[in-house]
């Protein structure tokens, strides 16, 4: 980081930034909530499958949603009785539980990815736009 000073064009990419992030976000919230979730429960069944062949534990999960460890087991208890999501014991570690999304849970979370797709590419070519 240096000290020269800002330029307009500077606070002008930071703008264009923050609201290109901001339509996305308010787009994804109004898509989860159109397929029936909250926007948490999405950025859930997201943080479960996007966490690879691993089952990611509630502590994963807490930490990609950024929300205390109890938040999240609440979270995943809501999600659990809307049948989005299963949990289990770790086979080597009792005190470990791991989540995995049901199919109902596999097939919300892929109707909202094929939704999102085409903006997280539009966004990424607006984003590189400012760059230039």
């Known amino acids: 980081m ?8 500077d606070y002008a990419e930071l703008l264009a930034f923050r609201t290109e992030l901001r339509r996305f976000l308010r ?12 926007p948490a429960l999405h950025q859930l ?3 479960i499958r996007g966490a690879g062949r691993q089952e990611p534990t509630i502590s994963t999960v ?8 109890h938040t999240a087991v609440e ?3 809501r999600a659990e009785r809307d049948g989005l999501v299963r949990r289990r014991r770790d086979a080597e570690d009792q005190r470990q539980v791991r ?26 070519q607006r984003l590189n736009a400012v760059d230039d």
């Open 2 to 9: 240096t000290d020269a000073p800002l330029t307009d064009d």
């Open 27 to 38: 787009h994804s919230e109004e898509a989860a909530q159109a397929a029936g979730l909250t």
């Open 45 to 47: 069944l997201l943080a």
């Open 62 to 69: 807490a930490e990609a949603l950024q929300v205390r460890h």
């Open 75 to 77: 979270l995943v208890q």
């Open 99 to 124: 989540l995995r999304l049901t199919a109902r849970g596999r097939r919300q979370l892929e109707q909202l990815t094929r939704a999102h797709l085409p903006l997280i590419r539009a966004l990424a």
